[in-house]
């Protein structure tokens, strides 16, 4: 079984802003990428062996302005298609509390090399 929380943040490392688990802790220093599995599950199997794994990560990103949110998601997006992820979905959310621009991103990802 691969942890895909693991490669997140491993390839979300290479963003200028910081990457977190899950949500981040304050929205103090913008912008700011959260990251969490939403499921994994084997895909394929034979001779009762795991052969492909399948997962999907659910990437947030946080800034002060919408152009932020925008450059930065497609920061993200460049990133994670280079490593094999396919985004599904994106979409802008209603902007927090403090005017925090928001948006979700949802990435899937079919792994041979378990």
Not at 1 to 20: G, K, W
Not at 75 to 95: T, Y
Request: proline letters at 5%; a neutral charge; glycine letters at 4%.
């Amino acid at each position: 079984m691969i942890d895909f929380n693991i490669e997140a943040q491993r390839l979300l490392s290479e963003l200028p802003c910081r990457a977190v688990f899950r949500h981040p802790k304050s929205f103090s220093r913008l912008p700011a990428v959260s990251f969490y599995t939403l499921s994994e599950a084997p895909a394929m199997r034979a001779d009762n062996k795991e052969l492909v794994q399948e997962g999907y990560l659910q990437i947030d990103v946080w800034a002060d302005k919408p152009s932020e949110v925008g450059s930065t998601a497609a920061r993200v997006n460049e990133i994670m298609e280079k490593n094999g992820w396919l985004r599904q979905f994106s979409m802008d959310a209603k902007p927090e509390t403090g005017g925090v621009y928001h948006r979700s991103m949802r990435f899937a990802k079919a792994v041979t090399e378990i």
